[in-house]
């Protein structure tokens, strides 16, 4: 089975920090995304990666960074955090696949992220 | 404007019971739909993944149907069990990447005893 690890659970920061969350899959998995999801407005992807060191903007990017240095691992950074930016933070892998797009994604459990 | 609506936003049932869930879309190009299953906690699980040839597939207890005609699909749960209590999220690929999944809102299923 596919396993897609986010380092916490929950995660208490304050107004202005810098802040990271990792996420790591063990399936060798090419591509790898980040989404927030918040209640009544679903999950909206942030940003996303098809391969080492590559970087594509989602449909909300604005205030967040990612780094991907290896396969596995896919980082998201909030620069200067903010109150709303609170939210669940899903992280996904998927195969690329050919034309049809049909590899599932398969999401770590989630951070629940508080700025105070 | 790419939209994936579902319905209801929230079910209530009893154990045994069936129940459909409703998902509508105006995506286009369309790629496939897919059905998530989201325990509360967790993250989102696969369920199905349907292409426009499909018109139902399988999974267990769930069985997913599409009408690429009417931009339709349904999620059917037969005999629920208490497990069944989640969110539900369909999702609609409108290709290009797979950046570009539009997600419905979700529908909250609770099954009660």
């Known amino acids: 089975d596919v396993k897609v690890t986010q380092s916490s659970r929950y995660l208490v920061k304050r107004t202005g920090e810098k802040v990271f969350l990792e996420c790591v899959q063990d399936m060798d998995h090419e591509n790898m995304f980040w989404y927030r999801q918040d209640p009544g407005l679903g999950l909206r992807l942030i940003y996303f990666s098809y391969d080492v060191k590559m970087k594509e903007k989602g449909d909300i990017p604005e205030g967040y960074s990612v780094s991907r240095e290896k396969k596995e691992r896919f980082s998201l950074i909030l620069e200067s955090a903010s109150t709303n930016q609170t939210s669940m933070y899903l992280c996904?892998?998927?195969?690329?696949?050919?034309?049809?797009?049909?590899?599932?994604?398969?999401f770590g459990n989630g951070t629940r992220l508080t700025v105070t | 404007k790419n939209q994936v609506e579902q319905s209801p936003q929230s079910l209530i049932i009893l154990e045994g019971k069936n129940c459909t869930l409703q998902c509508n879309y105006t995506v286009s190009p369309f790629s496939n739909l897919r059905w998530y299953k989201q325990d509360t906690g967790r993250g989102p699980v696969s369920l199905t993944i349907?292409?426009?040839?499909?018109n139902t597939k399988s999974n267990g207890r769930y069985t997913a149907t599409l009408d690429a005609d009417t931009k339709q699909s349904s999620l059917h749960i037969t005999a629920s069990q208490l497990s069944d209590s989640a969110s539900y999220i369909c999702?609609?690929?409108?290709?290009?990447?797979?950046?570009?999944?539009?997600f419905g809102k979700g529908t909250k299923l609770s099954v009660k005893p």
């Open positions: 999702v609609v690929s409108g290709g290009g990447s797979q950046g570009n999944l539009i």
């Open positions: 349907m292409t426009f040839s499909e």
């Open positions: 996904a892998s998927s195969l690329r696949t050919g034309s049809s797009y049909n590899s599932p994604l398969h």
